[in-house]
């Protein structure tokens, strides 16, 4: 009688699967990016982020063959991106059989990994993927592709130099260093095109020890028995107010201005092959219509995460209760509000991200000619948003463009996906669950850009052989 196989056997002849697939499409398989002419230690592509993201253009310009490329991420090894870190959702949002990291290989799916381990059945028992197990996934990826990463690196600074490269200035473990590099790719996330918003309030009113932000670390053990207020009604918060309970927290509630919960969330809608693909095709006037209605009506979170945060003692929405001050008060904290005050012995700070590359140390250099919404489209007066004209205009490959034209060549050679790319690329663009088609819009613009460099030389080459395909004495030895 057979034996169940064991998952570590079952995950080796994944790998040989995975190697046979990769070897059916490895066509063409000719190396052709020509050497810098600044030498050899130039990389062809450098990737500024290793999450699910970064990895997958890794991947993508590995099998479009592309050598010397490398992904430089500030995490330690293993935690590229939120999964293990400041998310803190027990199941990720979108659907469990969405794609991406895989590029269109079966065989690298998350359900193929799945289901090595765990069995068919088991998969069609999943509800959704939980956070610990999409990080294994995108490790194990990361692995298997064998794309070259360097954890623990970040980059502090990004210069543009008079011969088209860049230099990245980088730190890791207390040195520093620079690399050069053709073409930047970057896969920054959440925060990359801007900064974490704690409004001024937190900051000028309280001790650091009171507050934090949902994508902050925080030690929610020493939460228990407390009583919890955080400051907005989005996803994290909600994750933030579950993690809190389940820590042991006494109280979390959750105070946002609005009259009441935000029931619709278009982006779901938004989740077929026609608009995540063909999204960075629409007139602007469109686009930007599309990512303002988003920004205005905000969205719920999960029905997940609503019922994981509700079915827990100690869990409270107060609508209608904006915050107006606040201020130490005994060993916690009083919030003013205009129904009066509250209080808590520590307060979160539920309020996003904003987008402006401003504030971006590593990008200052550059930013001041490179092309914001702003500066490229007028939308009508009724219509007008500071939010979105600061957002960077990107080409439809996710290059950047320059602010005047001829003033910054090498714009078109830094490419972006991160949360300042929505409004260019789709509302979606930098999320997981579009990882299948924005991915490749920037590996084609990374390539793109690398074959017209070399445009000149490949012809030289194209003309300065015989391409003979034939023999020449085979050929007289076939004459009467």
């Given at each position: 009688?057979?034996?169940?196989?064991?998952?570590?056997?079952?995950?080796?002849?994944?790998?040989?699967?995975?190697?046979?697939?990769?070897?059916?499409?490895?066509?063409?398989?000719?190396?052709?990016?020509?050497?810098?002419?600044?030498?050899?230690?130039?990389?062809?592509?450098?990737?500024?982020?290793?999450?699910?993201?970064?990895?997958?253009?890794?991947?993508?310009?590995?099998?479009?063959?592309?050598?010397?490329?490398?992904?430089?991420?500030?995490?330690?090894?293993?935690?590229?991106?939120?999964?293990?870190?400041?998310?803190?959702?027990?199941?990720?949002?979108?659907?469990?059989?969405?794609?991406?990291?895989?590029?269109?290989?079966?065989?690298?799916?998350?359900?193929?990994?799945?289901?090595?381990?765990?069995?068919?059945?088991?998969?069609?028992?999943?509800?959704?993927?939980?956070?610990?197990?999409?990080?294994?996934?995108?490790?194990?990826?990361?692995?298997?592709?064998?794309?070259?990463?360097?954890?623990?690196?970040?980059?502090?600074?990004?210069?543009?130099?008079?011969?088209?490269?860049?230099?990245?200035?980088?730190?890791?473990?207390?040195?520093?260093?620079?690399?050069?590099?053709?073409?930047?790719?970057?896969?920054?996330?959440?925060?990359?095109?801007?900064?974490?918003?704690?409004?001024?309030?937190?900051?000028?009113?309280?001790?650091?020890?009171?507050?934090?932000?949902?994508?902050?670390?925080?030690?929610?053990?020493?939460?228990?028995?407390?009583?919890?207020?955080?400051l907005g009604a989005g996803a994290s918060s909600f994750d933030n107010a579950s993690a809190a309970l389940e820590a042991g927290a006494a109280a979390a509630e959750l105070c946002f201005r609005r009259q009441a919960l935000p029931l619709s969330n278009p982006r779901r809608w938004m989740e077929f092959a026609g608009f995540l693909?063909?999204?960075?095709?629409?007139?602007?006037?469109?686009?930007?219509?599309?990512?303002?209605?988003?920004?205005?009506?905000?969205q719920p979170p999960p029905e997940p995460t609503f019922r994981r945060a509700v079915e827990m003692p100690g869990f409270k929405l107060r609508p209608a209760t904006p915050w107006l001050a606040l201020r130490p008060h005994g060993d916690g904290v009083q919030v003013d509000t205009p129904s009066g005050p509250l209080h808590y012995?520590?307060?979160?700070?539920?309020?996003?991200?904003?987008?402006?590359?401003?504030?971006?140390?590593?990008?200052?250099?550059?930013?001041?000619?490179?092309?914001?919404?702003?500066?490229?489209?007028?939308?009508?007066?009724?219509?007008?948003?500071?939010?979105?004209?600061?957002?960077?205009?990107?080409?439809?490959?996710?290059?950047?463009?320059?602010?005047?034209?001829?003033?910054?060549?090498?714009?078109?050679?830094?490419?972006?996906?991160?949360?300042?790319?929505?409004?260019?690329?789709?509302?979606?663009?930098?999320?997981?669950?579009?990882?299948?088609?924005?991915?490749?819009?920037?590996?084609?613009?990374?390539t793109r850009q690398l074959f017209l460099d070399d445009a000149d030389a490949v012809y030289q080459e194209f003309m300065g052989q015989q391409h003979h395909e034939l023999a020449a004495q085979e050929v007289a030895g076939v004459g009467g």
């Amino acid at each position: 009688m057979s034996s169940i196989p064991s998952p570590a056997s079952d995950l080796d002849a994944l790998r040989a699967r995975i190697r046979h697939d990769l070897a059916c499409l490895s066509y063409p398989s000719k190396p052709w990016v020509r050497p810098s002419a600044a030498g050899a230690e130039v990389l062809n592509c450098a990737i500024v982020g290793g999450g699910q993201f970064g990895q997958s253009v890794a991947f993508g310009l590995q099998r479009e063959r592309v050598h010397k490329v490398v992904v430089f991420d500030a995490n330690p090894p293993g935690l590229a991106g939120p999964w293990l870190t400041y998310a803190r959702m027990i199941m990720l949002r979108t659907p469990k059989d969405l794609t991406g990291p895989d590029l269109g290989v079966g065989s690298l799916t998350f359900r193929a990994f799945y289901e090595a381990q765990h069995g068919p059945d088991a998969w069609e028992r999943l509800f959704r993927i939980s956070r610990p197990d999409w990080q294994a996934y995108l490790n194990w990826h990361r692995e298997v592709t064998g794309i070259e990463v360097r954890p623990a690196h970040s980059v502090t600074r990004l210069s543009p130099r008079d011969d088209g490269l860049f230099e990245l200035h980088l730190r890791h473990d207390g040195q520093s260093s620079t690399v050069l590099a053709r073409t930047v790719v970057l896969a920054t996330g959440a925060e990359g095109s801007g900064a974490r918003v704690v409004p001024p309030m937190f900051t000028e009113q309280l001790p650091p020890h009171l507050y934090a932000h949902t994508n902050d670390a925080i030690d929610f053990a020493a939460l228990a028995g407390k009583r919890v207020g955080i400051l907005g009604a989005g996803a994290s918060s909600f994750d933030n107010a579950s993690a809190a309970l389940e820590a042991g927290a006494a109280a979390a509630e959750l105070c946002f201005r609005r009259q009441a919960l935000p029931l619709s969330n278009p982006r779901r809608w938004m989740e077929f092959a026609g608009f995540l693909a063909h999204y960075p095709e629409l007139p602007d006037l469109q686009r930007w219509r599309y990512m303002k209605r988003l920004l205005d009506i905000s969205q719920p979170p999960p029905e997940p995460t609503f019922r994981r945060a509700v079915e827990m003692p100690g869990f409270k929405l107060r609508p209608a209760t904006p915050w107006l001050a606040l201020r130490p008060h005994g060993d916690g904290v009083q919030v003013d509000t205009p129904s009066g005050p509250l209080h808590y012995d520590f307060v979160i700070a539920g309020t996003g991200i904003v987008v402006d590359l401003s504030l971006r140390p590593e990008l200052a250099e550059l930013v001041p000619q490179l092309a914001l919404w702003g500066d490229r489209f007028e939308p009508p007066a009724a219509e007008a948003d500071t939010r979105l004209a600061r957002f960077p205009y990107l080409d439809a490959h996710g290059g950047f463009i320059e602010r005047t034209p001829g003033a910054a060549p090498w714009a078109g050679r830094l490419f972006a996906n991160f949360r300042g790319a929505t409004l260019s690329l789709g509302p979606s663009s930098a999320s997981n669950s579009n990882i299948r088609y924005t991915a490749p819009r920037i590996i084609s613009g990374v390539t793109r850009q690398l074959f017209l460099d070399d445009a000149d030389a490949v012809y030289q080459e194209f003309m300065g052989q015989q391409h003979h395909e034939l023999a020449a004495q085979e050929v007289a030895g076939v004459g009467g």
